[in-house]
Each structure stands twice: as C-alpha cells, then as structure tokens.
C-alpha cells in the first residue's frame, strides 16, 4: 500500500508539471504573437478552466473587433504548436468607457484554428459565429 501511495504522488507531481508546462508554452506562443502587434499581456492574462482559454485584453474602444480577431488567431497560432485538446477559446476585450467596460466572445477551437491556419477568412470566421 505504502508503494502504491507513492507512486501516485510521483504521477501527480509529473502531471502536475506537464500541465503547468503546456501552460506557459501556450502563453509564451500568446504573448510573441501579439507583441509583434504592440500588445503585451501578463501571465494573469491568460487561463485555462475546464478546456476553455481564455485571453484578456486591455484595448481601445474603437477597434474591438480587429482585437478580438488578432485574440483569437493568436490563441490559435498558439494552439497550433500543441497537442493538448481544449474545447473553446474566449476572448475577453476591456476597454475605457465611462468607468470601464468588456466584451466577451467565445468561440469553438476548430473555428479558430481554422482562422489561424487560413482556412478561413475573418469574415467566415464571424459569420459562422453569428456575428
């Protein structure tokens, strides 16, 4: 029994440090990708819960839209270089407006892989989402 108790925690702990791993490779792919268009993002910026990432940006309010498609073929450019499965991706856009507001936009991850793979065009990309 004492062998099978630490062997569990061996796998744990291994797991454990897998999954953080695959976290930061994601947000390291993120944050490169989005630099390249003057955008910087902590590590709090970007979370995994329950198969769903989900990318916070503080941005301006007159280009929501160009923001959330950049979030979202960033996040899947990222997605590209991993093998881990995720169900949807979300973006989140804080912007100033009398006291702060956001948007949330979620989408499926075979939508946004497709977007960052070029398979679709941003204007499929929202039709499909309905927007």
């Known amino acids: 029994m004492k062998i099978k108790f630490k062997f569990v925690v061996i796998l744990f702990i291994l797991l454990s440090t897998i999954s953080a ?3 930061d490779l994601l947000f390291n792919a993120i944050e490169s990708h989005l630099s390249k268009y003057r955008y910087s993002i902590n590590e709090r910026d970007v979370s995994i819960i329950d198969g769903i990432i989900r990318l916070e940006i503080t941005a301006r309010r007159t280009n929501i839209k160009s923001q ?8 899947g450019s990222a997605l590209n270089k991993t093998s881990t499965p995720f169900r949807e991706v ?4 804080h912007y100033e407006l009398r006291g702060g507001r956001e948007v949330i936009m979620t989408a499926p991850v075979e939508l946004t892989l497709a ?12 039709d ?4």
Request: hydrophobic share 40%; aromatic share 12%.
């Open 115 to 126: 977007l960052s793979q070029g398979k679709l065009s941003s204007k499929q990309f929202f």
């Open 21 to 23: 791993r695959e976290g």
């Open 68 to 75: 959330q498609l950049l979030g979202f073929y960033s996040v």
């Open 128 to 131: 499909k989402l309905g927007i």
């Open 90 to 93: 979300q973006i989140i856009i």
